[in-house]
Structure formats: structure tokens, C-alpha cells
């Protein structure tokens, strides 16, 4: 198997090395920009509340990261968590709270904040 020019011996990947990897988005626009942005949606606090409730919950094979952007601004504050790449957008605490028990820690999906491949924003 080709990981990059780099052939594993089985043809298997090699192991994750975190269980679940999540990237929220802080990109920061200029203000008044058409498409807005993340941090002023409250990704940074959020983020923050995550990387917190992690530890908190011992979800030490979790990953939370800031990243810039995830190109869906319009929709966010966006959060995509690896390997699945499922999309989010949580708004508050509480929404970060449910994709940490029920995503990360349960394995189920959060419908409510899922964000999908061609959705656009409420106009």
C-alpha cells in the first residue's frame, strides 16, 4: 500500500495514532467580511471548552485542535473530526458537550449540528 511513497510490508495503514482527531476552526476575516469567520462565532472559546471537557472526560485519545480555515465560515463556527470526517458546527457549551459524549465518547452522531457536504447558509 502507498502512504505517501512510503509502502507499509502488510499493505495495512499504520495504527491511528489518536482515536479521534478534532479540528475547530479559528480563522479570523477582516471585519464586514461577506463570508464571515469562525473566531468572531465564538471558536476560540469553544475550542478551548473542548480541549478542557476532554481532559475532563479522560478522553486521552482525543485530539483537539485549533486549525485555520476549513473553508465553511458562512456555516460555522465548523469543527471536522478525523478519521471520520464528520462536520459540526456547535454554537455553544452545551452543543460542544454533546459532540464530546456522543461523537467521541459514544461513537454516535449529534444530527442537530451535523453540517452536510452541499449544505449552504439560511438565507
Same mark, same amino acid.
Given at each position: 500500500?502507498n502512504?505517501?511513497?512510503?509502502?507499509?510490508e502488510?499493505g495495512?495503514?499504520?495504527?491511528?495514532y489518536?482515536?479521534?482527531?478534532?479540528?475547530?476552526?479559528?480563522?479570523?476575516?477582516?471585519p464586514?467580511h461577506?463570508?464571515?469567520?469562525?473566531t468572531?462565532?465564538?471558536?476560540?472559546?469553544?475550542?478551548?471548552?473542548?480541549k478542557?471537557r *476532554?481532559?475532563?472526560?479522560g478522553?486521552?485519545?482525543v485530539? @483537539?485542535?485549533?486549525? /485555520?480555515?476549513?473553508d465553511r465560515?458562512? %456555516?460555522? +463556527?465548523s469543527?471536522?473530526i478525523?478519521?471520520e470526517?464528520?462536520?459540526y458546527?456547535?454554537?455553544?457549551e *452545551?452543543?460542544c458537550?454533546e459532540?464530546l459524549?456522543?461523537? @467521541?465518547r459514544?461513537g /454516535?452522531?449529534?444530527?442537530r449540528?451535523l %453540517?452536510? +457536504?452541499?449544505?449552504k447558509p439560511a438565507?
Open positions: 500500500m502512504l505517501g511513497g512510503r509502502e507499509t502488510t495495512e495503514n499504520p495504527p491511528l489518536y482515536r479521534a482527531h478534532v479540528f475547530c476552526c479559528t480563522n479570523k476575516r477582516p464586514g461577506e463570508r464571515g469567520c469562525c468572531d462565532k465564538g471558536s476560540e472559546r469553544l475550542r478551548n471548552y473542548m478542557r *476532554a481532559k475532563e472526560l478522553l486521552e485519545d485530539r @483537539i485542535n485549533a486549525a /485555520g480555515c476549513l465560515c458562512e %456555516l460555522g +463556527p469543527v471536522v478525523y478519521p470526517g464528520v462536520w458546527s456547535p454554537k455553544t *452545551a452543543d458537550e459532540i459524549t456522543i461523537h @467521541i459514544d /454516535g452522531r449529534v444530527e449540528l %453540517l452536510r +457536504p452541499d449544505q438565507v
